[in-house]
């Protein structure tokens, strides 16, 4: 479902913008480190976090990546989260999402945490936007 | 309503990650360029746009920006969101915006836009989250 660009683009280790529902239906986002498995996203959070909460209840959200050195370049996935509650699954996905971003420091960041349970929240992707921007010219389009 | 630092925040040069919701209240995202101006920020888009009509039917939006240098710094903005519909004070509003991020190129940006009318977005924020992160060590929290 994914496109080589698409997957390359998810491959930088830029942050997702995750945005959930809370209760009434209102948008509220956060800030996570992810990473791409074939065609789906994956991101830590504790059980407990308002996030995983959101989802549990509705599991519609939306996902913004930007490249990590050009604002205008960045990809919107949006679909259905499913939340893996797996504890264990989670710390070791987490010692993979963190290497892409602090490299040799993930095993002892992940072994750090505390004992909150964290659970997965895997995003597979139903509709993908991948706008390859760049800064404007007098000719070409803005944000 | 915002602070000082909050302020400080919104005037760097940052990307909005705009979340607004569709007809069966889905989040849908987009990348805007923006500016802040007292207490609420501001936005332009085509009034024919999918965000200007996901606002019309539904107000609620959140809105991500991340620091410039630093993906782990950023601010949510949550509220109603107000669609101004004046072509010409859009027109306005955009070359003051487009100023934040290419300067003395923005009177020749805004008048090279085509004539299809555009609207003002203006977020008045009702919840604002403001992390003030940084790259994570082994003691401190990931994202």
């Known amino acids: 479902m994914l496109s080589d660009d ?5 491959d930088l280790p830029g942050f ?3 945005t959930t529902l809370n209760a009434s239906g209102a ?9 791409r498995l074939d065609d789906h996203v994956t991101m830590i959070a504790p059980a407990s976090s308002i996030k995983a909460r959101h989802i549990a209840n509705d599991s519609r959200v939306v996902v913004v990546v930007d490249a990590p050195d050009n604002g205008y370049e960045y990809i919107e996935l949006r679909g ?6 797996d504890d264990a ?11 892409r971003y602090i490299g040799a420091g993930a095993d002892a960041y992940a072994a750090s945490l505390s004992e909150d349970p964290r ?7 139903e509709r993908v936007r991948y706008h390859q921007g760049r800064p404007p010219t007098g000719s070409s389009r803005a944000l």
């Open 16 to 18: 997702a913008k995750l």
């Open 27 to 35: 948008p509220q986002a956060t800030v996570r480190w992810f990473r």
């Open 80 to 85: 259905h989260a499913e939340l893996v509650r």
């Open 119 to 125: 659970v997965i929240i895997v995003l597979h992707p």
């Open 6 to 10: 698409e997957r390359r683009m998810l």
């Open 89 to 99: 699954g989670a710390r070791e996905e987490l010692r993979h999402i963190a290497a």
